[in-house]
């Protein structure tokens, strides 16, 4: 089984030949972008919704690797439904595939090349050069803005 986030369905014509399913944030994502494709594969498109325990394992593993602050929620619904179903996800989002590669889910790229190797993620404020494990818009000592970097 398939599970499409936005960005693969933003990249594809036709929908895959395999069975697939999407979260219904990935619907709602479509839908706000306007998406004429909508009207064709609403019917089409199974959805299905993610258990809360394999978001919290998704949240978890999104937290440790520093691509908690890089994922939308949608994104790791998206993640979640491939743990519950055990599934291949399709997506040109390189957070979603890094997750997935970590966690040994499956997963392809539509549009673009996709990931070649796991990353992990620091934030460095850009005022006082102090380094986070997670994501904050501004930093907490000085308000500066905070800038991803990948570990080394």
């Known amino acids: 089984m398939l599970v499409l986030d936005s960005s693969a369905l933003f990249a ?3 929908l895959p030949d395999e ?3 999407c979260p219904p944030g990935v619907i709602k994502e479509l839908a706000r972008y306007k998406d004429r494709r909508l009207d064709l594969w609403g019917d089409l498109l199974k959805v299905c919704d ?4 394999s978001v919290q394992k998704v949240t978890e593993v ?3 690797s520093g691509d ?3 994922l939308s929620p949608v994104d790791i619904t998206v ?3 491939a ?3 055990n599934g291949k996800i399709l997506s040109d989002d390189y957070s979603i595939q890094n997750i997935a590669r970590i966690m040994d889910i499956p997963y392809s790229a539509i549009g673009q090349r996709g990931i070649t190797k796991i990353e992990k993620w620091n ?3 850009t005022g006082c050069g102090k380094w986070f494990k997670e994501k904050n818009d501004v930093c907490p000592i000085c308000g500066s803005p905070m800038r991803g970097c990948r570990r080394k």
């Open 12 to 14: 594809m014509e036709q």
């Open 19 to 21: 069975e697939s399913v």
């Open 50 to 53: 993610c258990t809360a325990a």
């Open 62 to 64: 999104a937290r440790k």
């Open 68 to 70: 908690l602050g890089r």
């Open 79 to 81: 993640i979640a439904l």
């Open 83 to 85: 743990l519950d179903v």
């Open 123 to 125: 934030y460095h404020c």
